[in-house]
Nanobody, 131 residues
Framework: QVHPVESGGNSVQAGESLSLSCVID??????????VAWFRQAPGKEREGIAA????????DAHDSVKGRFTIAQDNSKNTIYLQMTSLKPEDSAMYYC??????????????????????WGQGTQVTVSS
């Protein structure tokens, strides 16, 4: 079992920055890695994929709506995936979730935006952006 744990959510003003962290309590064996993604869900809306990374570092992608503002990054020494958010807007307000897949040897995250492809989920961390 893999247990992602998110932190860093907060209430901020529009235009400010925030960094979320996701600690995953499992280290892939040498030669493999896992896809980890950030999702968000606002009240009354579907959960949407924000950004994903393969822990090998060879795959990174983000949704067009956040490119240029949000960055996904990792620190393998800490088993931590970050979501660095800048120029926050009120529409970015949501519960943010970290999700992980099982380990794979291929450093690619196909269909990373599909929430159904992630068996491991954190409890979420709330981000609220006021205008």
């Amino acid at each position: 079992q893999v247990h992602p744990v998110e932190s860093g959510g907060n209430s901020v003003q529009a235009g400010e920055s925030l960094s979320l962290s996701c600690v995953i309590d499992d280290t892939p064996r040498t030669g493999s890695g896992r896809c980890v993604a950030w999702f968000r869900q606002a009240p009354g809306k579907e959960r949407e994929g924000i950004a994903a990374i393969h822990t090998s570092g060879q795959f990174i992608d983000a949704h067009d709506s956040v490119k240029g503002r949000f960055t996904i990054a990792q620190d393998n020494s800490k088993n931590t995936i970050y979501l660095q958010m800048t120029s926050l807007k009120p529409e970015d307000s949501a519960m943010y979730y970290c999700a992980a897949r099982g380990t794979i040897a291929i450093p690619y995250c196909s269909a990373w935006e599909s929430s159904h492809s992630y068996p491991y989920w954190g409890q979420g961390t709330q981000v609220t952006v006021s205008s």
